[in-house]
């Protein structure tokens, strides 16, 4: 009896993975991921300060430029709870709110004085300099946590480093 079962001569095996160099592969895939997660929640922390920062120039920014425009006193104020930075903030001439900011996840945001500040309608801060530390809520390094300062003439600008 003729054998009827297919074969196939050996140039011509079937392509493809073998189930060993597909597990070798997830394995090496785990290893290089797990090396690399600490970095990346690193980098996630820094950019969440970079962002949140930047977010604070930009409202100090529209806060003085609105003073200027209304020819009006405009305030930017704190609306987290308790009068915290980190839950956002809200620019407002008067009773007419301009934009609002925030809230902030894994930050913390340390005013040196206040929950509120005004500027007049000449673009300089009623109560003088004004600076915001913000920095990640944990593992803060002087390398990751930013300084927004507003100054006496309304200029703002950010540094690296803690706030001095």
Avoid: H, K
Avoid at 31 to 40: C, D, E, N, R, T
Avoid at 48 to 69: F, I, K, P, Y
Avoid at 104 to 117: E, H
């Amino acid at each position: 009896m003729p054998n009827l079962s297919p074969t196939l001569p050996a140039t011509q095996r079937a392509a493809g993975f073998t189930l060993i160099e597909l597990m070798v592969t997830v394995i090496v895939l785990v290893i290089v991921v797990s090396m690399a997660a600490p970095a990346m929640s690193q980098l996630i922390s820094s950019q969440r300060t970079r962002n949140a920062a930047a977010d604070l120039a930009s409202a100090l920014t529209l806060t003085r430029s609105e003073a200027v425009n209304r020819s009006a006193t405009t305030t930017m104020t704190a609306s987290g709870t308790g009068g915290s930075w980190t839950g956002g903030w809200a620019v407002a001439a008067g009773t007419a709110r301009i934009r609002g900011y925030g809230p902030y996840d894994g930050i913390t945001i340390t005013a040196s004085s206040g929950s509120s500040l005004a500027i007049g309608n000449d673009g300089r801060p009623i109560a003088g300099t004004q600076t915001f530390q913000v920095a990640p809520s944990t593992n803060a390094t002087s390398a990751t946590t930013l300084c927004v300062q507003l100054g006496g003439t309304g200029r703002v600008t950010t540094v690296n480093g803690t706030c001095t």
